[in-house]
């Protein structure tokens, strides 16, 4: 069965340091998987997809078969930047999302 | 995003009542979907929904119908509501010309006493 997993329930970073949240995969078939972002209060966005190669905020994600992982990074965090993350993977055909169980980050000053 | 929306955004109820949590979109897209959102479990799905009349268990079915008897409309109804169900529900829909992109509606915070 698929599966994602994302170790950090809290990540917390000073601004302008390097973030990086970590996602981890089990899919016995080709992945297609999505990084979703939540604001507080808000709902659920898109934030990027691997298939895409964007970056979007300054954020990119590289998916990495070998290790089953697809973890997002930026350079540089900023305040806004505080949210939940979800790392997501595109199952049952392409119409099922299974998510991970959500990262915090937040940024400090 | 103005094109999903979810009724009520809050709701508070008791146990063993009957609760319905409607999804409406303003588009025509084909997929729609339910999840929970709990901490420390994400967002589960519930049920989902190709099109109008057709609709499938997600992840977390027990405890919750669905139907879709107009493709703008998917209600989600608690028919006799849990404490374990109390929760942050979500609707999502999707195109079914896009390989993958889901747009949540706003959520429904769910209290069940």
């Known amino acids: 069965a698929q599966r994602v997993t994302q170790p950090e329930k809290l990540l917390s970073v000073f601004k302008g340091a390097p973030v990086e949240l970590k996602c981890n995969y089990s899919?016995?078939?080709?992945?297609?998987l999505f990084w979703y972002v939540q604001y507080s209060r808000q709902r659920l966005q898109l934030l990027l997809r691997?298939?895409s190669r964007e970056s979007i905020k300054g954020f990119t994600a590289d998916l990495n078969k070998g290790e089953t992982s697809f973890h997002l990074k930026k350079p540089f965090a900023q305040e806004e930047d505080s949210a939940m993350y979800y790392c997501?993977?595109?199952?049952?055909?392409?119409?099922?999302?299974?998510f991970g169980t959500g990262t915090q980050l937040k940024v400090e000053l | 995003d103005a094109g999903i929306t979810q009724s009520p955004r809050y709701k508070i109820t008791e146990t063993g009542r009957q609760v319905t949590l409607m999804c409406h979109q303003t588009?025509?897209?084909?997929?729609m979907f339910w999840y929970r959102q709990d901490l420390g479990h994400g967002l589960r799905l519930i049920y989902y929904?190709?099109?109008?009349?057709?609709?499938d268990k997600g992840e977390v079915p027990d405890g919750y119908v669905v139907s879709r008897s107009k493709t703008e409309n998917f209600p989600l109804t608690l028919e006799s509501a849990t404490r374990s169900q109390t929760s942050v529900y979500f609707c999502?829909?999707?195109?079914?010309?896009?390989?993958?992109?889901?747009?949540f509606g706003p959520g429904t915070r769910l209290t069940v006493l």
């Open positions: 929904s190709a099109a109008a009349d057709i609709t």
């Open positions: 691997h298939i």
């Open positions: 588009w025509s897209h084909s997929y």
């Open positions: 999502a829909l999707k195109d079914s010309l896009s390989t993958d992109t889901q747009y």
């Open positions: 997501a993977l595109l199952t049952g055909g392409g119409n099922k999302l299974t």
């Open positions: 899919y016995s078939g080709s992945p297609e």
